[in-house]
């Protein structure tokens, strides 16, 4: 069983930063593969990033490619997301997610996470 709590968010103003945190409990952290996913009321669940077991490999969603960084402290059992330049669009509940498996692919699907944390508000102001 994995434990995930996210921590970090906030309201900003456009073209300001955050970093969101996401701490794992449980066995074997650098067994999984992880993701972030951001959700508005009435929509459904957005793919943000993915990083693999070993921080080697990465992918994004295009709507945030260039702005948004995705990393992992395998030592600390934690997920990051730095996200730069953000904008109104980006105001959404956004949820760190794990999967266990150690290859290079592209989980981009929710559904492809048994895993996943409370989420946490991310507010960003015009």
């Known amino acids: 069983q994995v434990q995930l709590v996210e921590s970090g968010g906030g309201l900003v103003q456009a073209g300001d930063s955050l970093r969101l945190s996401c701490a794992a409990s449980?066995?074997?952290?650098?067994?999984?593969?992880m993701g972030w996913f951001r959700q508005t009321p009435g929509k459904e669940r957005e793919f943000v990033a993915t990083?693999?077991?070993?921080?080697?490999?990465?992918y994004y969603a295009d709507s945030v490619k260039g702005r948004f960084t995705i990393s992992r402290d395998n030592a600390k059992n934690t997920v990051y997301l730095q996200m730069n330049s953000l904008k109104p669009e980006d105001t959404a509940v956004y949820s760190c997610?794990?999967?266990?498996?150690?290859?290079?692919?592209?989980?981009?699907?929710?559904?492809?996470?048994?895993?996943w944390g409370q989420g946490t508000q991310v507010t960003v102001s015009a």
């Open positions: 449980g066995r074997a952290f650098s067994n999984l593969a």
């Open positions: 990083i693999n077991w070993s921080g080697d490999f990465t």
């Open positions: 997610a794990a999967v266990y498996g150690r290859t290079e692919v592209a989980r981009t699907k929710a559904r492809e996470y048994p895993y």
